[in-house]
Nanobody
């Protein structure tokens, strides 16, 4: 089992940047595929980005491709989401998720462990 704690959210103007972090407990972090999802009020939780166990493979939603970068540091049990050129449409609660699997998934149903979420608000 793994516990996830997100940090780094906040209020930023459109065009600005934020970096989210997700710290994981346990000694088997490198066994988990990691992902970021987000959920705006009144909408379903949607996929944002995911990264393979080694960090060699990354995947993005079309809406964030070219603006967001997912990375991980297995020595620090941490996954990051660098968000640049933020837009008001990026406003949401961002969740970190983990799955003990080989292949990367983009569906929230493929992830077993979730953090509590961190709020990102982008003002226009």
């Amino acid at each position: 089992q793994v516990q996830l704690v997100e940090s780094g959210g906040g209020l930023v103007q459109a065009g600005g940047s934020l970096r989210l972090s997700c710290a994981a407990s346990g000694r088997t972090f490198s066994s988990y595929v990691m992902a970021w999802f987000r959920q705006a009020p009144g909408t379903e939780r949607e996929f944002v980005a995911a990264i393979s166990r080694t960090g060699g493979g990354t995947y993005y939603a079309d809406s964030v491709k070219g603006r967001f970068t997912v990375s991980r540091d297995n020595a620090k049990n941490t996954v990051y989401l660098q968000m640049n050129k933020l837009e008001p449409e990026d406003t949401a609660v961002y969740y970190c998720a983990a799955a003990p699997r080989l292949s990367v998934g983009t569906s929230r149903h493929e992830y077993d462990y979730w953090g509590q979420g961190t709020q990102v608000t982008v003002s226009s």
